[in-house]
């Protein structure tokens, strides 16, 4: 119930299983290209998590059937990997969480394939500018819910929906803990962020109005409206020299 405050010794092993992740989901970016299947991306993260000694956390994680989440298009989150070939013009959003050390680290990207519309571009540019804008406003002290906040301000800006049935999360020995990580604007500000918190920053933008569902494999999520969707996720940790960004590839 209670956010888990984590020791620097906990934080360095967050570091790694942040790290880990951040260089698989890299790797499974650079294989998106017209043509390949979704699981031949499912393949490739299961095997380089489980050669590193780690284990990839979405494998029956409430009962998902594979090791990374694959979202193309209109699909906002939760795709099962399948055998969907990627084409031209396609954005997909990749998301790596692994389990090293008994700790998970979390991050997502959405890639191009190949040449996307400029509204598809615009669109992923502004959700990696939201993410970085909701992590921009994390302050030692401060509210979770600054970084909705500022996620809002900018996608306000486009017009685009925020998804609100999905937030962001705690993590450490557990893939998602306390708090709920909002990406919209609310009137409670939520608990503040103190020293020894660790949590992901994940806003999915629609290009359209902020309805989803469920499809009936009851993972896939969609638009309501058919209008594309993107994604970018980094896990944060509050350590004594402030906030720091675990999965980022410098
Ligand atoms: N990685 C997702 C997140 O950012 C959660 C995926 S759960 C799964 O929180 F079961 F779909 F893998
Ligand atoms: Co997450
Ligand atoms: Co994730």
Not at 84 to 95: F, P, S, Y
Request: glycine share 12%; charged share 25%.
């Amino acid at each position: 119930m209670a956010i888990k405050i984590k020791s620097d010794r906990e934080i360095e092993l967050l570091r790694e299983s942040c790290a880990l992740a951040a260089e698989v989901l890299q790797r499974a970016g650079e294989l998106v290209k017209p043509g390949i299947t979704t699981d031949e991306i499912n393949t490739f993260v299961h095997d380089m998590t489980i050669k590193a000694g780690a284990i990839p956390s979405p494998l029956n994680y409430h009962g998902f059937p594979k090791s990374v989440c694959t979202s193309v298009n209109d699909v906002v989150c939760h795709g099962i990997p399948g055998n969907q070939v990627l084409k031209e013009g396609d954005i997909i959003n990749i998301d790596v969480t692994c389990l090293l050390n008994g700790y998970h680290g979390d991050t997502s990207r959405t890639y191009a394939v190949g040449k996307v519309s400029k509204e598809a571009r615009q669109l992923m540019d502004v959700t990696e500018k939201s993410m970085e804008d909701g992590i921009a406003a994390v302050t030692v002290g401060g509210y979770f819910g600054d970084i909705g906040e500022a996620i809002q301000e900018l996608a306000d800006e486009f017009g685009y929906g925020i998804v609100r049935e999905f937030c962001g999360h705690g993590i450490g020995r557990g893939f998602h803990e306390d708090p709920m990580v909002l990406h919209y604007r609310s009137r409670n500000r939520g608990e503040r962020i103190r020293e020894g918190m660790v949590f992901t920053v994940e806003p999915m933008l629609n290009a359209g109005k902020p309805g989803i569902f469920v499809e009936k494999d009851g993972w896939t999520v969609r638009t309501k409206d058919g209008s594309l969707s993107a994604q970018y996720e980094h896990t944060v940790a509050i350590t004594r020299n402030g906030p720091e960004v675990l999965t980022q590839i410098d």
